[in-house]
């Protein structure tokens, strides 16, 4: 039971993120870089205080950087999305990852075929994606950024699933920010023009709580519980993140962040395919 409140409140705090995106009074590319700065020492402290080296292999270094990299473009498009639109438009977007893994995983590993029912209900997921674009388009290009932010945070788990047990997970985390910070540098030259703007001392508090809590805690925390949980129970609860953080967005934000009805039925269709997809899959697993 503990592990369970502790893996719901990991997920709540990563739901929390675009709320923070939207508070922290810095161009959202910058407070990115700051994010990543910050929370590379926070891993590096944590792999020292655990006695872990820093060191690896050119191979694995090179590929953590990279990997480090595209975490960091789905963040720039992740923020942005939520700058060009509202934190819920972003976050009912993050679900489709599922969709982009079940077609990218195959292809990149060739460890199995595609699966005719995450392909039906990725298109059921698509017509939901339709519906947000009808009701609510007048945050069409921020919920295309937000699309566009999945499908890249896919691609990074895709390729970082094979490095989770060849490195201590603060290792791992150190390395990743590295690249994440140096992928963010072209995002801040072509967005912002790499200008220079230091926080005020109220987003400085909030970026220390967004680098020590929402990254190297919540990522520590995610780790931990996966060693004793069912992957099963582990990816049911993650999908649970759009909801908490749209939920917590409307909380702090109030009525800005209010859709119409069109829009929360699409974000529903979204997020119930995603938690009923791995209970349809041991089922007709069952069935044959």
Excluded at 43 to 66: K, T
Excluded at 108 to 134: F, H, K, N, T
Excluded at 156 to 163: A, P, Y
Excluded at 207 to 234: K, Q
């Amino acid at each position: 039971m503990r592990d369970l409140l502790k893996l719901h409140l990991v997920i709540a705090v990563w739901g929390f993120t675009a709320v923070l995106g939207k508070l922290i009074e810095l161009p959202p590319v910058l407070m990115l870089l700051w994010r990543t700065a910050m929370a590379a020492l926070g891993f590096a402290w944590l792999a020292r205080v655990r006695g872990q080296s820093l060191w690896l292999p050119p191979e694995p270094w090179r590929r953590l950087l990279f990997l480090g990299a595209l975490l960091g473009g789905h963040w720039v498009l992740f923020f942005l999305s939520a700058r060009l639109s509202t934190a819920s438009v972003s976050l009912a977007a993050m679900p489709t990852s599922m969709l982009w893994c079940s077609l990218l995983e195959p292809w990149v590993d060739g460890s199995r075929r595609w699966r005719p029912l995450e392909l039906v209900v990725g298109g059921v997921m698509l017509g939901a994606v339709w519906l947000i674009y009808e009701v609510e388009l007048r945050h069409w290009v921020g919920f295309s950024v937000a699309l566009a932010a999945a499908a890249l945070a896919a691609v990074f788990v895709v390729c970082t699933k094979q490095m989770v047990t060849r490195c201590h997970d603060a290792v791992m985390g150190t390395w990743q920010m590295v690249g994440a910070f140096l992928g963010c540098l072209p995002g801040w030259w072509w967005l912002e023009g790499a200008e220079v703007a230091l926080p005020d001392l109220r987003s400085l508090l909030l970026l220390v709580f967004f680098a020590s809590v929402c990254t190297v805690w919540a990522y520590a925390g995610y780790m931990d519980v996966l060693r004793r949980l069912p992957v099963f129970t582990v990816n049911v609860v993650y999908n649970l993140e759009p909801l908490y953080g749209i939920a917590l967005a409307a909380l702090v934000f109030g009525t800005s962040e209010h859709m119409r009805p069109g829009f929360y039925l699409g974000a529903g269709i979204i997020a119930g395919s995603v938690l009923a997809l791995p209970w349809l899959e041991r089922w007709t697993g069952q069935r044959r």
